[in-house]
């Protein structure tokens, strides 16, 4: 049975930070690029960060420099550094997992999100 929990959000100030983590099981980690969405209220999920089963990492323009995507592949583990987080950053945050061969997306596994909220 496939499993993708997100946790680590929460409240935070503008200007602080936040770990988001990503427990997977069920399917092999490894052979699955991953990745970080968000939906921000009233607008559709957008990408975060990426990181290919290569190590191939891709940011949103928003998050460049302020966050930090990794993996573990022994753990089947990914997770989002968030840094100097401002207002725009709050939304549901949603950790994903797909399996491609020439192009195809042939898995596709999401998690239930977990919040995030930066406030003064």
């Known amino acids: 049975q496939v499993r993708i929990v997100e946790s680590g959000g929460g409240s935070v100030q503008p200007g602080g930070s936040l770990r988001l983590s990503c427990v997977t099981s069920?399917?092999?980690?490894?052979?699955?690029?991953v990745g970080w969405y968000r939906q921000r209220p009233g607008q559709n999920r957008e990408m975060v960060a990426t990181?290919?089963?290569?190590?191939?990492?891709v940011y949103a323009t928003a998050v460049k420099g302020r966050f930090t995507i990794s993996r573990d592949n022994d753990k089947g583990e990914v997770y989002l550094q968030m840094d100097v987080l401002n207002p725009g950053d709050t939304a549901g945050y949603y950790c994903?997992?797909?399996?491609?061969?020439?192009?195809?997306?042939?898995?596709?596994?999401w998690g239930q999100g977990t919040q995030v909220i930066v406030s003064s």
């Open positions: 994903n997992a797909w399996l491609t061969k020439s192009s195809i997306i042939l898995k596709n596994y």
């Open positions: 990181i290919a089963s290569a190590g191939d990492i």
């Open positions: 069920g399917f092999t980690f490894s052979d699955f690029d």
